[in-house]
């Protein structure tokens, strides 16, 4: 059983609150449970300099966590004066990832950044960032079109949302909170497009190496997850 | 005219929601207008190396801003490797304020730290902080107390709170917002207890200095401000 | 009574030796009783990037303690890596209050710079830093002036200098000593024009918050000590 | 077809040279093809603070590549000051998918730690490395049982190995060296064990989203290469 | 000729004036020419971590130049956020040229730090730093014995001086000042004691390198120097 | 006796290996007993900007140590996120002993950044990075001129090389090791060039202040060494 008593195939409550960010171009709030991110789309007619001139956009993400967003509270990175390794680690998942749907000859020379603050952390905050970020950013691409600035047609290939699965007391689960994910053996994160093809896989083995019948489980999992972020997704921008 | 419409002598809408950090042990939700900050309270039972059994306690605040809190992105502090002047200068300004009303040896040997994280940004950040900073910490010292883990009975000697005030186009006005902040050629920040007395004042002539009779009107406006608010706290702390 | 014997509404000995540093545009060696600053102006025809091309000139501050200026030695912050938050506070203070009285357009596209090096401190050294920064200000625009790089007649609209008083024992005094300072449960620094103007008022409640009949007495003294190091600075200039 | 001139499922010449650190408790100088990576293992009998004291032992790796492995020179990091995300998220890599083939237990209060420094960059530094760094474990647990400091029978639970795939021009490959991986629109890498279970898959789509299926056909190719390692890492550590 | 117009064994004129800094335990203001020196000795009774319970003491030293030291402005290192090469090289220079003359056993656990501030550089600022440390020192060292504070009766072995000697325009030449210095093609630093032994010796070809009889024509020199500088060491400890 | 066996004047085992970075323009492993250090020259067409437009090349260096090649583990600088004093004191004497043999306009607008990572360290690691630097060196001049991209026929005007010398148990010997060097109480770096002229020579006093005697005896030692390794150096050229 659950800590939550979810079913195993079962999410958590997702909610996604579109424009939270008055002065942003593009925002939402999304909660997982509770998880909850605050995230904008900033978009600006700058590109960084090894970019400039090439016809191509570009997309990146910030991750940060408020410092009480955690049980104990957690030091502030501006204070300590970096970025943790896990946070760097986040935030190239969540602009490679978004990347992946973007084609940047339609986009043209613009840049659109993700800011993905966690408010809240209760297991899943990279996959509940990618999910909402997905939607800032079609709010952000929306703006350019709105403007004329963009260059093509379909600037966004496909949706994308994110999940993560893990194999916890030995049954394969969806959407790991905390306590699982504590717990888990085996961990992994999808992130998908609407259209079920994967942009990223990322599994870890806890403690007990897991074999390739579990990784198609959680799979199979992932798909289901994606499929329901999905719907989500496309009723908040409607 | 001010730019909001508002008279001279009134301040933006304000409201106060506690509790909106499930993990934390006091928080505060503050909005003055379009300004906007997440507070934190957070108890700890040990203290700075330096404050170890000396019987007293310990309050201190950490100040962020949301990269899109305002009109254009600020760079995010935790990629810069470092927190700016000012950043710096306003969380010393809300620690050293909410000292002021702590009995440290009531408090016994506990750190609470405020952290005040600024989601938008419309002028008057450090003192919506500070006012919000005082019902976050007001939950911290309930939760202190229910758990027997106070040393004396007053810790909070008064309460606390603050506003801004200036002279724009000439006219002494109460609680800038981001236009007429930029205008300004005189601007103050008013911190003070419930009982109405000053606990800091900063006045800064930005362009042309002022005179005594302007400060006097100035103190006069944010004497009316702090009762305002200070009822606010009190019915959201009731 | 005051420990250095002082009356009330007694400043320390204050001198103001001009041209010590043989290099730079301006400079003054300025001592409050035991605090001696060592203030440089250097004059730069480059100005900070997001200022070029505006017709306008700059004035901007830094400022240092030497390692044993203080009867404990304080960390080098070169050493250390960063500047603290307190010296950040204290040179964009100085800064600040400078400006106040410059005409930036008279000024023209020229950068000053004044260093501020704290070689022994016993209290004071921000308002100290003020009213010697002023005085290597004042020939460093001589020198501006000498050679035609001005762009208008009055580049200085008014004198500047600053004290700083608080209430000792019950008693408002002038000109705070470090032993007064450590102790003086009101301090308040006064930055002022040679007409009795206030560029800059920062009043802090160490302990107990202050009325504003006590602020007003504070005032009264910060007058009489500013017309004092208004007549010293004039004869230093002369 | 490949650069290289390989077949879609030939991995490059790789060669494991022990004992190339005569001051370490372990080392391995690993190529994959024209990826040359020197790896030491470092014993040390002190742990870091928040592991004390719990009986268990820790094993973490640190990554980094010297200046002029890659055809560019790439910008030092220690001159840098800072680590790149790139090489924390490596780095984390490493010891994470060591630490799951560890018996900390076992191991008893010890620290080993693995420094993977890249002397030659052709694509597949990380995989390298942990392939290496497996071999230098070895020679530490051996180092460590020799001198009766471990606590169990069983410090490695298994063996370990990594190798990349990728879809390049439509075709899946195996172990990708830098031309293909410059290119390739799916590059995923695994860790395994000698017995075949993951321990850590990482896929990503650089361009096109790729499917299950096409996630299947690295998996095999993935299982194929880890065969021919662990082949290999018995031979050199027999 | 030499652009001051001295002769070729001509040193500039010297000055050490103790008991600059009233806190410290030891201080001398030293000027070499144009080049004047703040130095500070600051005793303290505890030790580094590493060098604690070993009976030792320690005597260690920082160099920092204030910004308008030199004809232009040089920015400051605390602002920059760290020491530059020069500096940290000069500093352990200082340091560890006066640890060759003090008795750690004799000093016992204390530690003396010698602060060398450069108010003005006009070429051998570190030469003048440690003949002015030297003098600071020995004031710390009495400090210590007149409190019984030492473990032995001979804490300083010998004096110590520098001096820079260099070939300018061809021709040996003592104490070069930033003339000389930036144009000669061979520069060397020595450091002595006051019997004439040699603690430091660094001799560097700007451009052309020297021969072994040009370096013998500059220690001559050197040593002429030396003992011009014991000498007055000797008076101004007198 | 010295606790390798060797004689007094005896070198250690030198080697110079070419070419063994593919990469880079120039490199070299160069191992002096049990000293190996890993080079590599590579050239750039681009100057740093304040060397722009000046007719002129330039030749520079950085140092670095892989963390296991000292008997105890050294922190990864990059990690620790600055480079040491040590560290910094060494590239600087690297690069400004390289330039003492280089014509500058012959070289013409290119670059040249000489990297030494010691792989492993036993004493003398930067004299051996010189004296293998300067065969990196050599190769990246030649890859130069096979291209036509220097401006004049000499662009090296001598060979150069390093050994150092010290007083171990009272007699002067060549080449010190890590045990020697430990225990010697003076410690002297010789950088000379082919033709027996001195570039650099630093010698410093561990414990006992040396005589003018001692250094002649350590210069003829070091005379004697670099003669032997300039013959090597040819040797590796040819």
């Not at 195993?8 to 960010?21: F, I, K, N, P, Q």
């Not at 990832?97 to 603050?117: F, K, W, Y």
């Not at 297991?123 to 093509?152: H, M, N, P, Q």
């Not at 079920?196 to 897991?210: D, L, N, S």
Request: proline share 3%.
């Amino acid at each position: 059983m659950r800590p939550s008593g979810r079913q195993a195939d079962e999410m958590r409550a997702v909610s996604l609150e579109r424009g939270v960010a008055p002065k942003a171009e593009g925002s939402c709030l999304v909660t997982f449970g509770g998880t909850k991110v605050y995230v904008t789309a900033t978009v600006e007619t700058t590109l960084p300099s090894w970019r400039r001139n090439s016809g191509l956009g570009w997309v990146t993400a910030e991750y940060g966590m408020l410092p009480r967003a955690t049980d104990q509270r957690t030091r502030r990175e501006a204070a300590a004066g970096k970025q943790s390794g896990r946070t760097q680690e986040i935030q190239r998942l969540i602009g490679r990832s978004l990347r992946a749907v973007v084609d940047m000859q339609a986009l043209g020379e613009n840049q659109i950044t993700l800011d993905c603050d966690v408010l809240e952390a209760d297991g899943g905050t990279r996959t509940a960032s990618i999910t909402g970020a997905y939607v800032a950013l079609v709010d952000a691409v929306r703006w350019l079109e709105a403007r004329g600035l963009t260059k093509g047609p379909h600037v966004l290939r496909d949706s994308l949302a994110a999940v993560s699965c893990g194999i916890y007391r030995g049954v394969p689960v969806l959407d790991l909170d905390y306590l699982e994910d504590s717990e888990a053996h085996t961990d992994a994160n999808f992130v998908m497009t609407g259209e079920g093809r994967f942009v990223e896989i990322q599994g870890t083995a806890e403690q007990v190496p897991f074999s390739r019948a579990e990784l198609d489980s959680l799979m199979g999992l992932a798909e289901k997850g994606i499929n329901a972020l999905t719907v989500l997704q496309k009723a908040a921008l409607a």
